[in-house]
């Protein structure tokens, strides 16, 4: 059974940094394409960032472009987001979530089967 854990989220001003981590047992994280949503009160919950399975590929949202990072860690079974120069509107739970297609649409949510619990990141002005 595949359980995704976040962690890293937090409390942080403006112009800050933040690195998310998402971590499972099972190794599933090293062989399949994972990504990263976010869910701010109020609103749908969004693409952030994904890596493909295959070739390690990035994508990104254009509003996080520049200033996040994806990178996975096989060893650890460990996916990262680097999240610099962050801004209050980046305030959301972030989720990271797994595929097991392999040609998923990076920023649909329906291509996704598993999602881990979600980790509060907070960016004061």
């Known amino acids: 059974q595949v359980q995704l854990v976040e962690s890293g989220g937090g409390l942080v001003q403006a112009g800050g940094s933040l690195r998310l981590s998402c971590a499972d047992s099972?190794?599933?994280?090293?062989?399949?394409?994972m990504g990263w949503f976010r869910q701010a009160p109020g609103k749908e919950r969004e693409f952030v960032s994904a890596?493909?399975?295959?070739?390690?590929?990035?994508y990104y949202a254009d509003s996080v472009k520049g200033r996040f990072t994806i990178s996975r860690d096989n060893a650890k079974n460990t996916v990262y987001l680097q999240m610099n120069s962050l801004k209050p509107e980046d305030t959301a739970v972030y989720y990271c979530?797994?595929?097991?297609?392999?040609?998923?649409?990076?920023?649909?949510?329906?291509?996704?089967?598993?999602w881990g619990q979600g980790t509060q990141v907070t960016v004061s002005s």
């Open positions: 890596i493909s399975w295959s070739t390690d590929s990035e």
């Open positions: 979530a797994i595929s097991l297609k392999r040609n998923p649409l990076f920023d649909r949510r329906y291509e996704y089967e598993y």
């Open positions: 099972t190794r599933t994280v090293s062989r399949f394409s």
